[in-house]
Nanobody
Framework: QVQLVESGGGSVQAGGSLRLSCAAS????????MGWFRQAPGKEREFVAA????????FYADSVKGRFTISRDNPKNTVYLQMNNLKPEDTAVYYCGAHLARVVLREDEYEDWGQGTQVTVSS
């Protein structure tokens, strides 16, 4: 099990940028694939991006491809989500998840979750 704490959310205008961080506890962070999901009011939680244990493989939702970048720093036990050219439809609570072993895209395959961080984009 790994404990996750997200940070970096906030309010920005459309076209702005934010970088989310997700800090993980434990000594085995490098064994976990990591993902970012988001949930807008009244909607289901949806996949945003995922990264493999080494960081060599990444996946993105079509809605964020070319604007968001997921990365990780294993010695720092941290995964990041750089969000550029933000749009009002990116407004949501963003969650990071951890899955022991290979990178996965389905929400129900992640074992551990953070508490979420709010991102609000105004037009």
């Amino acid at each position: 099990q790994v404990q996750l704490v997200e940070s970096g959310g906030g309010s920005v205008q459309a076209g702005g940028s934010l970088r989310l961080s997700c800090a993980a506890s434990g000594r085995t962070f490098g064994s976990y694939a990591m993902g970012w999901f988001r949930q807008a009011p009244g909607k289901e939680r949806e996949f945003v991006a995922a990264i493999s244990q080494s960081g060599s493989t990444t996946f993105y939702a079509d809605s964020v491809k070319g604007r968001f970048t997921i990365s990780r720093d294993n010695p720092k036990n941290t995964v990041y989500l750089q969000m550029n050219n933000l749009k009002p439809e990116d407004t949501a609570v963003y969650y990071c998840g951890a899955h022991l072993a290979r990178v996965v895209l389905r929400e129900d395959e992640y074992e551990d979750w953070g508490q979420g961080t709010q991102v609000t984009v105004s037009s």
